[in-house]
């Protein structure tokens, strides 16, 4: 299992870190030996908003490589929606077997076409952004639809990682994760469009 982490300018980090923590921890604990990724963007280091800066592993790697592509937002994400360059990148992850976005993230993934027809969400700010590039935008925590996975706001990223982690090695190991986080979340929505078989 290998994950590409896309990673630009002006990212929002916890929603990175906020489903980074989770899956990192099916390897710490020995749950998935195979599972690796790589911190991808365009350029060898990006910065979050307060020029917290991070190296990246692979500038702009072919994307089909993967079977999981994550997309965190961030205010980045207005300007990026609109660069061809960008976008055209991401569109190699057509075939990828799981596409992922936390809050802004899934305007990205619009505007790669990702979202064509399919019912989505993000940060509750970007509502109406989104509106261009699914069929249907719904406030909730996380919505499935086939091979996408959105989140909502930032917060929602350690819900997410925690869904995607009980996807991956199921509900009781999963439990063991979020135990060990000490991460006592309330009850929240998850709506499935529709459900389809991916190969891990």
């Not at 911190?39 to 979050?48: E, F, R, V």
């Not at 020029?51 to 207005?78: H, Q």
């Not at 499935?144 to 819900?159: C, M, Q, R």
């Not at 929240?188 to 991916?198: Q, Y």
């Amino acid at each position: 299992m290998k994950i590409a982490y896309i990673l630009f300018d002006d990212i929002t980090l916890l929603d990175f870190i906020g489903f980074y923590d989770p899956i990192k921890n099916i390897k710490t604990k020995g749950f998935m030996k195979n599972l690796n990724w790589d911190l991808c963007a365009t350029k060898k280091t990006i910065k979050d908003s307060f020029g917290l800066e991070i190296i990246v592993d692979k500038i702009k790697p072919n994307l089909s490589s993967y079977d999981m592509i994550v997309v965190p937002g961030g205010y980045g994400t207005r300007e990026l929606q609109y660069n061809i360059d960008f976008i055209e990148w991401l569109k190699t992850a057509e075939d990828t077997n799981y596409i992922v976005s936390i809050c802004t993230g899934s305007l990205l993934l619009g505007a790669a076409g990702f979202l064509n027809n399919k019912t989505a969400t993000t940060n509750f700010s970007a509502y109406k952004l989104l509106e261009q590039y699914c069929e249907k935008v719904v406030e909730a925590r996380i919505i499935e639809d086939h091979n996408i996975i959105t989140a909502g706001a930032v917060a929602s990223s350690l819900d997410l990682g925690l869904y995607v982690t009980e996807k991956l090695i199921g509900k009781e190991k999963s439990e063991e994760i979020r135990i060990g986080m000490d991460y006592h979340p309330e009850k929240f929505e998850i709506i499935t469009v529709a459900n389809k078989s991916h190969k891990i």
